[in-house]
């Protein structure tokens, strides 16, 4: 097990956002307000070529963050040694100041599966996930976040609540916790819980990083279900979501995830200037305290 130390002391606790290829000459003339990105492991798994030139000219002048989508560790198979000696190598050359996973599962009987299904809430899928973290954090020598998952269903099989459930699992393998908190606004709703209650027994010391993204309805809306689909602005409600919790847990470094009808550079931007105005707020909140406890 690792040593649990800050897990994202790399990583600037402001806004970042996820690495587009067609955002890249924004990026490279004028990133502001952004200070950090966010890269998909897997798409840089190659020998050479455009790609790793282009993630290179980017790491000169970034720190970056590597989210993975396809370790499947959340399933009940060995984890792929290739996949696993890849990612080192990938950590080895640039360095990241974060690596981080789901908490689900893509894989079976050697099969890909392009999607991150669920896994279920038990103590026997708590002790293989946390093996599977284990591997993993021995495997390229760096603690790495678990990110909470998205519901549309409560499962069967499922024994606890999933924040006992993920903060067991980072307590146990000494990872820290990446919190997309559009993931606990979707999940509350479709499963009918109040995701405030959530968010407020989530400790600071584990909280590495906080994703934000946008959802939509389902085509069905006699279902009445959100899907997370990285396709929107962050909503009203997942911003006061977000701001509740860093009132609490402090500055803490945040996503902006567009993945799917992606917008051009200026939008995903105003969105990195909102989540930074409510960090700027905390900082401002704090001096306005200090300055009242030594008046």
């Not at 002391?9 to 003339?29: C, I, Q, T």
């Not at 000219?57 to 060995?78: A, C, M, N, T, Y």
């Not at 200026?266 to 909140?285: C, P, S, V």
């Amino acid at each position: 097990m690792f040593k649990n130390v800050p897990p994202s002391a790399g990583l600037p606790r402001r806004a970042g956002v996820g690495f587009k290829a067609e955002h890249a000459s924004d990026v490279f003339e004028n990133a502001d307000p952004v200070s950090w990105f966010e890269v998909h492991p897997e798409n840089y798994m190659v020998a050479g070529g455009p790609r790793l030139k282009m993630l290179s000219q980017l790491r000169e002048k970034f720190d970056i963050s590597l989210h993975g989508v396809g370790l499947s560790l959340g399933g009940w198979e060995p984890l792929d040694k290739a996949h696993l000696a890849a990612l080192r190598a990938l950590v080895d050359r640039f360095e990241p100041a974060q690596v981080s996973e789901h908490i689900a599962w893509s894989g079976h009987e050697g099969k890909y599966l392009a999607d991150l299904l669920p896994t279920p809430l038990t103590t026997a899928s708590l002790r293989h996930l946390v093996d599977a973290i284990d591997q993993v954090q021995n495997a390229i020598g760096q603690r790495i976040l678990i990110e909470n998952p998205t519901s549309y269903l409560a499962l069967p099989q499922n024994s606890m609540p999933e924040t006992d459930f993920i903060l067991q699992a980072a307590r146990q393998s000494g990872c820290g916790l990446l919190i997309d908190v559009n993931n606990i606004f979707i999940s509350a709703h479709n499963l009918g819980f109040d995701g405030r209650d959530y968010v407020d027994v989530l400790p600071a010391d584990l909280i590495g990083e906080i994703h934000l993204a946008g959802h939509e309805q389902d085509a069905d809306t006699s279902d009445n279900v959100l899907i997370d689909t990285h396709s929107r602005p962050v909503s009203d409600p997942v911003w006061a979501l977000y701001r509740r919790l860093v009132e609490r847990i402090g500055a803490t470094p945040t996503l902006i995830e567009w993945d799917n009808d992606v917008p051009d550079w200026h939008t995903l931007a105003r969105e990195a200037r909102q989540a930074n105005a409510i960090l700027d707020g905390l900082d401002a909140t704090a001096a306005t305290f200090s300055q009242r406890a030594a008046s």
